[in-house]
């Protein structure tokens, strides 16, 4: 039964999404099942780089620590997500730790056997650069939010990013500490932005939920100078 069950779940992900129901059961019969611990390290940085893993269910950070010991947080994964991509093309060590943040359920694809079947099916292949294209993509919107946006416009872009369905909101969002680590601040000033932005009537918290209330004047927030503009008035 566990069969099906994997193969049906390989449709949500965007890396197989495009593949026929058989072909994606080809590539289900191939992964290993792996639970994973609140808190368990799943891949440190500088391990050998020889699997995809795709998050079944729980969610994940993927993060580097700096010399000074600090933790800067690159994203957070959850259910139908997956990392570990540039693995499968350069076997190259791994660049970030991943760590589960909740009980975690993994799908793990070995890059050998990957290969193989990709051979067989270019369609995985185009839609790996596709997603290699978005995430380089978004790093550079990171890069470009933390170099030119103030704190509270760091944390508009953030929501913006993972807000999801309409009206839109962010469910199950990350906790101010988690936020700090994302976008490189502190706790305190990510706690003095998420109210600004409320005061501001942009957006609404909700236990670990986030309304977004005005996607424009948040978008607005989060284009850089906004900060200047708001301290300016």
């Given at each position: ?7 049906e779940f390989l449709g949500f992900v965007p890396l ?27 891949v440190r940085q500088g391990d050998p780089g020889d ?71 270019p369609r995985v292949a185009w839609a790996l650069l ?104």
């Amino acid at each position: 039964m566990l069969l099906p069950r994997i193969t049906e779940f390989l449709g949500f992900v965007p890396l197989f999404q495009r593949l026929t129901s058989e072909e994606r059961r080809g590539f289900a019969s191939l992964v290993r099942e792996q639970r994973y611990a609140r808190g368990a390290l799943i891949v440190r940085q500088g391990d050998p780089g020889d699997a995809l893993f795709v998050v079944r269910s729980g969610q994940v950070k993927v993060a580097i620590v700096g010399e000074d010991g600090r933790e800067l947080i690159l994203d957070t994964l959850g259910q139908g997500d997956h990392f570990g991509e540039l693995a499968l093309i350069d076997g190259q060590p791994r660049s970030a730790h991943v760590v589960a943040m909740e009980p975690t359920v993994l799908l793990v694809l070995r890059r050998d056997e990957f290969r193989r079947q990709v051979e067989q099916m270019p369609r995985v292949a185009w839609a790996l650069l596709e997603e290699l294209s978005r995430r380089l993509r978004d790093a550079d919107a990171k890069i470009t939010g933390l170099v030119l946006l103030d704190v509270p416009g760091r944390v508009a872009r953030l929501l913006l990013d993972r807000a999801e369905g309409e009206p839109p909101r962010v469910e199950r969002a990350p906790t101010h500490e988690v936020i700090a680590q994302m976008i490189g601040a502190s706790r305190e000033t990510v706690s003095r932005a998420m109210k600004e932005l409320q005061d501001a009537g942009l957006v609404r918290s909700e236990r670990r939920t986030v309304h977004l209330l005005d996607r424009e004047g948040l978008a607005r927030r989060a284009s850089p100078g906004a900060g200047a503009r708001t301290a300016a008035r």
